[in-house]
């Protein structure tokens, strides 16, 4: 019998519909993103879960802004995998250097959700 996989990093519930910027071909340009929808699912001090309509290439770089703390902070990831679930994709991203100030406040939204969740 094979044993569940443990994540490394909790994942905090966040739901959010997002208006985000996908970079094409490596620029980080705003002028040549492309705007995609994504629904934020959950957040973790890595990564960010996500749902979309389209399916998203591992490695297209992307900038959206999540509210965290009553501060909206812009944030920058990469897909790292797609897979399709019905008509969506769900999709994995990981955070690209964020600041200081939204680690902080993103670490205590993910305690604070964590010690409200335990049983």
């Known amino acids: 019998m094979r044993s569940k996989k443990s994540r490394k990093y909790y994942r905090a519930k966040y739901f959010a519909e997002v208006k985000a910027l996908r970079y094409l071909d490596g620029s980080q340009d705003k002028k040549s993103a492309?705007?995609?929808?994504?629904?934020?699912l959950n957040l973790s001090i890595d990564g960010i879960g996500v749902l979309t309509k389209e399916e998203i290439a591992a490695g297209s770089i992307f900038t959206f802004t999540l509210y965290v703390g009553g501060i909206g902070h812009e944030v920058m990831a990469y897909s790292t995998f797609c897979k399709k679930i019905g008509e969506l994709y769900r999709c994995g991203f990981k955070l690209i250097t964020?600041?200081?100030?939204?680690?902080?406040?993103?670490?205590?939204?993910?305690?604070?959700?964590?010690?409200?969740?335990?049983?």
Request: hydrophobic letters at 40%; zero cysteines; proline letters at 3%.
């Open 34 to 40: 492309v705007q995609t929808d994504l629904i934020v």
């Open 98 to 119: 964020p600041d200081n100030l939204f680690t902080a406040m993103l670490m205590n939204y993910i305690n604070n959700e964590k010690d409200n969740n335990e049983v």
